[in-house]
């Protein structure tokens, strides 16, 4: 249940209350009202009749007195009047102004009346009993008209009572609106929108609800700036580290090399004899072959061309590559025109996916065509390379490759998304863009 029902029926439930004793307070006030005012009613109606009965003496022969008596009499309110011959028992009665049409019901009649009053008056003529006159109280009129009032008083205290419901819920709602505000605020964070403020609310109870759900989002958005920070300094110090390995490899091993390769040359050529000559040769070649690995190892290090060109050229480079060494498997890419220069760690990882996911089409997916597409969204470096090879075995583990493509993404605030299926695999990767990426745009 709402609060805002809650209110209402606990409000109704009062106002019903207070209804109640209100009716039951008038019922008990106008019960005896009636009753004082029927009692009042036959008592007027005796005095008439004696006085009536007074002035007929002397100046009606006393027989004709029964028989002209319900001519001089009128009824008064709230009592009614009959004349009963004490000869022929008959029962006359005076006229009087027509009955009035009543209306009330039965119950309300039933709740209010009076007991019922009654009096005799006997007539006696000349020291003879010639009859009586009957009196009763009549509570009718009375009661229709506590009934009218009655009734007026329930229909304005329930007209107001619904009034205050309606005041009441409209107020109630316009308090709790801010709630529903608050409610979609929070839920904005949830789904990662930090950005957003509620701001000030009127409310003096929910303003500092909404202060707090702001200065959450604020912490939040603050944490989150760090923690993006702190990954993209994680992945620059391990780039700059392999960057340092590979500077190494580069200007430690490849002089010593060379050197060792001119110098087994040289060893060749003065060699005195034949085994020395073979021998100085097959340095050479081991030194050739040492240094063709030290080139693989640093490419694979530190792609140098990466953050010296613009990423398309060295994508397409890339690509080109593959397409002149595995003439069997098309590789196709499509970057999209007038994208901005990404940060050097964006572009390494980019190029990393790139160099990953290929390597594996062609190593497990006996892929005939790999395209890769490169785009940018508002707020993300978009990559998908799809190949139509034969798909990830459902029992296969995630290996070097795959896991050390997600972390780097994960890292730099990003993730990845991999889809599979015996007609070819699909690796969704999405990297946030950085402030200083947005408004650079490659020439
Ligand atoms: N494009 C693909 N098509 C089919 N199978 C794939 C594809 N990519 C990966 N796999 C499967 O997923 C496994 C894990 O891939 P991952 O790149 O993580 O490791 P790897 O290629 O086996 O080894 P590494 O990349 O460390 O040299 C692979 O062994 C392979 O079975
Ligand atoms: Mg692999």
New binding site residues.
């Given amino acids: 249940m709402t609060l805002r029902t809650r209110i209402l029926l606990v409000i109704l439930a009062m106002q019903l209350l207070l209804i109640g004793v209100l009716a039951a307070g008038s019922l008990d006030r106008l019960r005896r009202d009636i009753a004082t005012e029927t009692r009042m009613g036959a008592q007027t109606a005796r005095d008439l009749v004696l006085a009536t009965i007074g002035t007929m003496q002397g100046a009606v022969p006393p027989d004709r007195i029964m028989a002209l008596l319900p001519e001089r009499l009128t009824e008064p309110h709230h009592a009614r009047i009959g004349v009963v011959d004490g000869l022929d028992g008959t029962l006359r009665q005076p006229p009087g102004p027509p009955d009035p049409v009543l209306r009330r019901p039965d119950w309300f009649a039933a709740l209010v009346a009076p007991d019922p009053q009654e009096m005799r008056l006997p007539v006696v003529v000349g020291g003879r009993p010639r009859g009586y006159v009957l009196i009763t109280g009549d509570p009718a009129a009375e009661i229709a008209r506590a009934w009218r009032d009655m009734r007026d008083l329930m229909i304005l205290a329930l007209a107001t009572a619904g009034l205050q419901a309606l005041l009441i819920a409209w107020a109630v709602r316009q308090a709790l609106r801010p709630v529903g505000t608050i409610a979609t605020r929070l839920s904005d964070l949830i789904r990662g929108d930090l950005e957003t403020r509620i701001g000030p609310l009127p409310q003096p109870e929910l303003a500092p609800l909404a202060r707090h759900v702001d200065r959450l989002a604020e912490t939040l958005e603050q944490a989150q700036a760090d923690r993006r920070r702190l990954q993209q300094q994680i992945v620059a110090r391990a780039d700059a580290e392999r960057m340092a390995i590979a500077r190494d490899l580069h200007d430690e091993m490849g002089p010593c090399l060379f050197g060792l390769r001119v110098e087994a040359d040289a060893l060749r050529e003065a060699a005195p004899d034949a085994a020395t000559a073979q021998s100085a040769a097959q340095i050479a070649a081991i030194a050739e072959q040492i240094s063709r690995v030290n080139r693989t190892l640093l490419n694979d290090l530190r792609p140098m061309a990466v953050g010296q060109l613009p990423l398309p050229t060295v994508l397409g480079d890339y690509v080109d590559d593959l397409n002149r060494r595995f003439p069997e498997t098309r590789f196709q890419l499509e970057v999209a025109s007038g994208l901005p220069e990404p940060d050097e760690a964006t572009a390494l990882t980019l190029f990393r996916i790139l160099q ?1 996911g290929t390597t ?2 062609l ?3 006996a892929a005939r065509s790999v395209t890769i597409r490169l785009w940018t969204d508002p707020a993300h470096w978009r990559m998908i390379l799809s ?1 139509d ?5 459902p029992d ?1 583990r ?6 050390g493509m997600r972390e780097r993404i994960t890292l730099l605030g990003g993730n990845l998304a991999i889809q599979s299926d015996g007609a070819g ?1 699909r690796l969704q990767a999405r990297l946030p863009r950085q402030q200083t990426d947005r408004n650079r745009t490659t020439k």
């Avoid at 090879?389 to 075995?393: K, L, P, V, Y």
């Avoid at 995630?398 to 896991?403: A, F, I, V």
């Fill in positions: 990953e594996n089409a190593r497990h997916a190949d090879g034969q798909g990830i075995a296969r995630e290996g070097t490759g795959l896991t695999t």
